[in-house]
């Protein structure tokens, strides 16, 4: 009875650790990605930070990460205007750059975070938002690596997502 028991009992742990496996989430698995990325590169990287609006205003926020540490910031800031015979082109609003010495020193742009911090962030904030209050969204465009992660309250119509958009993650 007793060598019945534990059978049973390796089994049940054998299913429930293989169940855990099978659920892992889609976070998780970007996570480990975003670790054999991050220690392929040496913790040395730059991502870049899309922000948009359905108004025609948009933003890209390149973060150059060394080390581990942020060392470098790039921004542009653009309108789109529509032309009638083809596609519509950028009219550059703002755009500057800072180093070591100047981080910090503009509003405008995305935070000076590394990727930990943005997938702590993520974890934490936007996609443990309220499900019953919010739509979740995470992507992993970027090799595996994050792309977006976000919340939108449910019934906004324009300009709501309340997280971030990362078009590129590459090595230095």
Request: net charge positive; hydrophobic share 30%.
């Amino acid at each position: 009875m007793k060598k019945t028991f534990i059978l049973i009992l390796l089994a049940t742990t054998s299913f429930i650790a293989c169940k855990k496996d099978a659920n892992e989430t889609a976070y998780d698995k970007s996570y480990k990605v975003w670790q054999n990325f991050k220690t392929e590169s040496k913790n040395t990287y730059s991502y870049t930070v899309n922000a948009g609006s359905v108004f025609g205003y948009g933003s890209e926020t390149k973060i150059i990460v060394q080390n581990g540490v942020v060392v470098g910031r790039d921004f542009l800031s653009y309108t789109l205007e529509q032309n009638p015979n083809s596609a519509p082109t950028k009219k550059i609003r703002e755009q500057w750059q800072e180093d070591k010495t100047s981080l910090g020193q503009h509003n405008s742009g995305a935070s000076l975070l590394t990727l930990d911090q943005v997938y702590q962030k993520a974890k934490t904030e936007w996609l443990a938002a309220d499900k019953k209050k919010n739509t979740i969204y995470f992507e992993t465009n970027n090799n595996g690596m994050i792309s977006g992660a976000s919340y939108v309250p449910n019934g906004c119509q324009d300009d709501c997502s309340i997280g971030i958009s990362i078009s590129e993650i590459k090595a230095l």
